[in-house]
Structures are given as structure tokens and as C-alpha cells.
């Protein structure tokens, strides 16, 4: 059943309050920012109108090519761990029986409910010396005493992991429910092992969903703000705390807002990308 397209000004309605708060509350802010991010600094000040690109010029200093190159080594690095523990994860929680499924996936959302400050302040009591799981392994003689591991890259790494690895099931779960049973059937007919058959035939099917992961995955750690703070140390901090840096504190707001249309222009560039993979999959079906 194919719906015509709007003939009346009144077809619109239906959309009109969303595309308003759109506007509202993302195009005339972004405007605005683009608007700041070639204004110039005032020394002692703050900063005036003016047209300057001096502020993206910046952008290929060492410093920011320093953020820059962490924050993307860091959102790659924590989507592909999701990926690693993920894929086979929800693989086999799509294999349960549906009540099971149906605890699993409340969990996960439970700790979708928590906050990036308690997390983070988990973590970090979780990591620490003295009453970390340091205490733990000393007390099962794993270790000699108690150590404290963070603030460290380690914990970054693994706050931003427990808070992604969530999204990555509800989003892969969809795509592995509908997955049609009898491949791996077919596949352990023809004699491989079900390791292989995973890898060789549940895979390949899943490609186009498993790229759209990773790109939901690097976008939402490419935008972390907290936890590198909370668990890490300055050569630690990502783009969005760099800008905060720049915004608060260093009073360089014509620098922060064009960091920050970076950021944004990045992110919609993957969000389309993310789009136009699963617009092809749903086209290819």
C-alpha cells in the first residue's frame, strides 16, 4: 500500500510541531554557534562580531590534532570492544526462551536508566585502592596489595564500554531476532562446527547492521563528556570536554563554537552514513 504525497498545505500539520521544536531547539542554536565560531576573541574579553576563519584555522595546530586523534582513537576503540562482546552476546540471548530475553533486555535497561555521574563515580570507586576490586584480588591472592587504577586510560576505556555496550544489544537485537534459523542449521548440516558456522554464515548476513553498530556506537562515544573526566586525566579528555575547557574556562568562546560545528557536522555525517547503510539493507531485502 503506497501513500500519495501531501497535495494540501494542511497535509503538513501532522508535521508541523515536530519540524518547529527541531528548529526551535537544534537549527537556531546551531545557527548561532556557527554564527560565534567566526567571531573574534577579545583579549581580557570575550569576544566580538566579526568574520575570522582564525578559529578552524586552529584546528591544525598540534593541540587540537592531539584531542582530535585521541577522541577518534578512543570512540573506535570502545565500538569495536562493544562489537567484540556484543555481536556474540546478543547472538545468544536471541537463542533463549523469550522470558529469559525479556530479563536480559530489562537489565540492560536498567542501566540505561542510570546517569553518566553515577556511573562514572561507580567506576571510580570500583577501580580505586581502597575500596576497589583491588581489595578483592588481594584477598583471593591474586595480588600483593591493593593498587588504584584510575585515573587511567584503562578506565575510560571501560566506563565508556559499560555505558555503550547496551545500546549495541538493543540495537543488534532487532536484526539477530529476525535472523532466520535455519542458516545455522543449513551450515551444521554441511558439517562446521558452530563456531564456524557463526563466523561464516551469521556474520556475512549481518555485515550491513553490524557497520550501522559501530557507527551508533563511535558517534555516542565520540561525544563523551563525563566519564573521561571523572575517570581519566587531561591527556585523557575528548573534543566534547576540550570544549568546555575552551568555553568556561579558558574564555575562548569563538574556538569552542567552532569546535563544536565540527563535532556536530562529524556527527550527522556518520548519523548519515549510519542512515544510508540501513536504507541500503532495507533496500537489498
Given at each position: 500500500?503506497?501513500r500519495?504525497p501531501p497535495?494540501?498545505?494542511?497535509?503538513y500539520?501532522?508535521i508541523?510541531?515536530?519540524?518547529?521544536m527541531?528548529g526551535l531547539?537544534?537549527?537556531?542554536p546551531?545557527?548561532?554557534?556557527v554564527?560565534?565560531s567566526?567571531?573574534?576573541r577579545?583579549?581580557?574579553?570575550?569576544?566580538?562580531?566579526?568574520?575570522?576563519?582564525?578559529?578552524?584555522?586552529?584546528?591544525?595546530?598540534?593541540f587540537?590534532g592531539?584531542?582530535?586523534?585521541f577522541?577518534?582513537f578512543?570512540a573506535?576503540?570502545v565500538?569495536?570492544?562493544c562489537?567484540?562482546?556484543g555481536?556474540?552476546?546478543?547472538?545468544?540471548?536471541?537463542r533463549?526462551?523469550?522470558?529469559?530475553?525479556?530479563?536480559w533486555l530489562?537489565?540492560?535497561?536498567g542501566?540505561l536508566?542510570?546517569s553518566?555521574?553515577i556511573i562514572?563515580?561507580?567506576?571510580?570507586?570500583l577501580?580505586s585502592r581502597?575500596?576497589?576490586?583491588?581489595?578483592?584480588?588481594?584477598?583471593l591472592?591474586?595480588?600483593?596489595?591493593p593498587?588504584?587504577w584510575t585515573p587511567?586510560?584503562?578506565?575510560?576505556?571501560?566506563?565508556?564500554?559499560y555505558?555503550a555496550?547496551?545500546?549495541?544489544?538493543?540495537?543488534?537485537y532487532?536484526?539477530?531476532?529476525?535472523?532466520d534459523?535455519?542458516?545455522m542449521?543449513?551450515a551444521?548440516?554441511?558439517?562446521?562446527?558452530?563456531?564456524r558456522?557463526f563466523l561464516n554464515?551469521?556474520?556475512p548476513?549481518?555485515?550491513t547492521t553490524?557497520?550501522?553498530?559501530?557507527i551508533?556506537?563511535?558517534?555516542?562515544a565520540?561525544?563523551?563528556?563525563?566519564?573521561?573526566?571523572?575517570?581519566?586525566?587531561?591527556q585523557?579528555?575528548?573534543l566534547?570536554?576540550l570544549?568546555t575547557?575552551q568555553a568556561?574556562?579558558?574564555s575562548?568562546?569563538p574556538?569552542a563554537?567552532?569546535?563544536?560545528v565540527?563535532?556536530v557536522?562529524?556527527?550527522?555525517?556518520l548519523?548519515?552514513?549510519?542512515v544510508?547503510?540501513?536504507?541500503?539493507?532495507g533496500a537489498?531485502?
Amino acid at each position: 500500500m503506497r501513500r500519495s504525497p501531501p497535495q494540501k498545505l494542511t497535509d503538513y500539520l501532522p508535521i508541523a510541531f515536530p519540524a518547529a521544536m527541531l528548529g526551535l531547539f537544534f537549527v537556531v542554536p546551531f545557527a548561532i554557534m556557527v554564527a560565534v565560531s567566526v567571531f573574534k576573541r577579545v583579549p581580557g574579553g570575550f569576544y566580538e562580531p566579526a568574520f575570522t576563519l582564525a578559529n578552524y584555522a586552529r584546528f591544525l595546530s598540534p593541540f587540537f590534532g592531539e584531542v582530535l586523534v585521541f577522541s577518534l582513537f578512543l570512540a573506535a576503540f570502545v565500538s569495536a570492544i562493544c562489537l567484540l562482546i556484543g555481536v556474540p552476546f546478543t547472538y545468544l540471548l536471541t537463542r533463549l526462551r523469550r522470558g529469559n530475553q525479556v530479563v536480559w533486555l530489562i537489565a540492560l535497561l536498567g542501566v540505561l536508566s542510570l546517569s553518566e555521574v553515577i556511573i562514572g563515580f561507580s567506576w571510580s570507586t570500583l577501580l580505586s585502592r581502597t575500596a576497589g576490586l583491588s581489595n578483592l584480588f588481594v584477598w583471593l591472592g591474586l595480588m600483593d596489595r591493593p593498587q588504584s587504577w584510575t585515573p587511567s586510560f584503562g578506565a575510560v576505556l571501560t566506563g565508556l564500554v559499560y555505558q555503550a555496550f547496551p545500546y549495541t544489544v538493543l540495537v543488534l537485537y532487532p536484526a539477530f531476532s529476525r535472523l532466520d534459523p535455519s542458516l545455522m542449521e543449513a551450515a551444521r548440516t554441511l558439517g562446521s562446527s558452530p563456531i564456524r558456522a557463526f563466523l561464516n554464515v551469521v556474520l556475512p548476513a549481518m555485515r550491513t547492521t553490524l557497520l550501522a553498530t559501530s557507527i551508533i556506537v563511535f558517534i555516542f562515544a565520540l561525544g563523551a563528556y563525563l566519564l573521561p573526566q571523572i575517570l581519566g586525566r587531561p591527556q585523557h579528555w575528548t573534543l566534547s570536554v576540550l570544549v568546555t575547557d575552551q568555553a568556561i574556562y579558558q574564555s575562548n568562546m569563538p574556538f569552542a563554537a567552532a569546535m563544536a560545528v565540527f563535532l556536530v557536522m562529524a556527527s550527522l555525517a556518520l548519523v548519515g552514513l549510519s542512515v544510508a547503510i540501513s536504507g541500503r539493507k532495507g533496500a537489498g531485502q
